[in-house]
């Protein structure tokens, strides 16, 4: 499977953004789709999963402002990101898991999204 990412972009704080993986094929078999994010000299860290379009986890900094959907039909993932702060600026890469993958994090390229104050 590939991943491609869209819809990063620069926004003021407060504003908003949506975030789409676009899978190469159905995604209705992945246990796990989501994000993750990089800032400059961060570790890598979970904003959301899908889980098997049953539930979602999400990092506590991003509970009620980032809600993460599944589109089946389109293969899509997609992260709503409401009420943006400068902290949540960093490198989006969208990932997906399952048995497809032999349960290892297949990973698409990243996008940007800069928050200024």
């Known amino acids: 499977v590939q991943l491609q990412a869209s819809g990063g972009g620069s926004v003021q704080a407060g504003g908003s953004l949506r975030l789409s993986c676009a899978a190469s094929?159905?995604?209705?078999?992945?246990?796990?789709m989501g994000w993750y994010r990089q800032a400059p000299g961060q570790q890598r860290e979970l904003v959301a999963t899908?889980?098997?379009?049953?539930?979602?986890n999400y990092a506590d900094s991003v509970k009620g402002r980032f809600t993460i959907s599944r589109d089946n039909a389109k293969n899509t993932v997609n992260l709503q990101m409401n009420g943006l702060k400068p902290e949540d600026t960093a490198v989006y890469l969208c990932?997906?898991?399952?048995?497809?993958?032999?349960?290892?994090?297949?990973w698409g390229q990243g996008t940007q999204v800069t928050v200024s104050s």
């Open positions: 990932y997906v898991r399952g048995s497809r993958t032999g349960w290892k994090s297949v």
């Open positions: 094929g159905s995604i209705s078999s992945f246990n796990f």
């Open positions: 899908d889980i098997s379009g049953g539930s979602a």
